[in-house]
């Protein structure tokens, strides 16, 4: 079965940098884009961006210009997301989330990862 | 970016009853329109893709419909587990866009 699970709780101080994890099982890591989606308390969903794990390149939201690097490793069947120089907007749950074969569809979600930002 | 606009922004409905959330584009997205379904602590699910199909598994009660700017989401006979926060998300643009949610709570 499909499975995406992500890694732990980050604690960041302000203007450092965290990287999550996303490990996939379960289906073809190489045949479907992942994206990253996050959510701050008491605020909605943001689409922070995409990577294909064929080697396109990824792709994100143009508020993250310059602060976000996403990758995969294929020989782990894992996604990752670095967002450097955090504020305290930065503060949320991080979701990966699997994409329907380049659908938009976002069928299978991992767990989240809560990064706190704070001195 | 396409604005997803959703309304409205919280609802409380009793189980048995029938609710409607719409959601709403700052340009036309075809049907390129998905719907989820988030609870506190856990990840979204999907439940409708493509405006109006519904992702397997997905109860009937819930039914999507639109086209183009204007889109609904109907829960028909409320149940426990359906209360929860509902956003839209457009798949019509390379960057994605989420509406900003719509809490369904208890009346």
């Known amino acids: 079965q499909v499975q995406l699970v992500q890694s732990g709780t980050e604690v960041k101080e302000p203007g450092a940098s965290v990287k999550i994890s996303c490990k996939t099982s379960?289906?073809?890591?190489?045949?479907?884009?992942l994206h990253w989606v996050r959510q701050a308390p008491g605020q909605g969903l943001e689409w922070i961006g995409k990577?294909?794990?064929?080697?396109?390149?990824?792709f994100h939201a143009q508020k993250f210009q310059g602060r976000v690097t996403m990758s995969t490793d294929t020989s782990t069947t894992t996604a990752f997301l670095e967002l450097r120089s955090l504020t305290s907007d930065d503060a949320a749950v991080y979701f990966c989330?699997?994409?329907?074969?380049?659908?938009?569809?976002?069928?299978?979600w991992g767990q989240g990862t809560l990064v706190s930002v704070s001195s | 970016d396409i604005q997803m606009t959703q309304s409205p922004h919280s609802l409380f409905a009793s189980v048995g009853d029938s609710v409607t959330i719409s959601c709403r584009a700052s340009?036309?997205?075809?049907?390129?329109l998905n719907w989820y379904q988030h609870k506190s602590g856990e990840a979204p699910s999907l439940l409708i893709y493509?405006?109006?199909t519904l992702e397997d598994g997905v109860p009937s009660r819930f039914s999507g419909s639109g086209t183009g700017t204007d889109f609904t989401l109907t829960i028909t006979g409320l149940r426990p587990e359906d209360f929860a926060t509902y956003y839209c998300?457009?798949?019509?643009?390379?960057?994605?866009?989420f509406g900003g949610g719509t809490k369904v709570g208890i009346k």
């Open positions: 989330a699997r994409d329907h074969y380049g659908s938009g569809k976002f069928d299978f």
């Open positions: 379960g289906y073809t890591f190489t045949g479907y884009y």
């Open positions: 990577v294909y794990p064929s080697g396109s390149p990824s």
């Open positions: 340009r036309g997205i075809s049907t390129y």
């Open positions: 493509g405006a109006s």
């Open positions: 998300q457009q798949a019509y643009n390379p960057s994605i866009t």
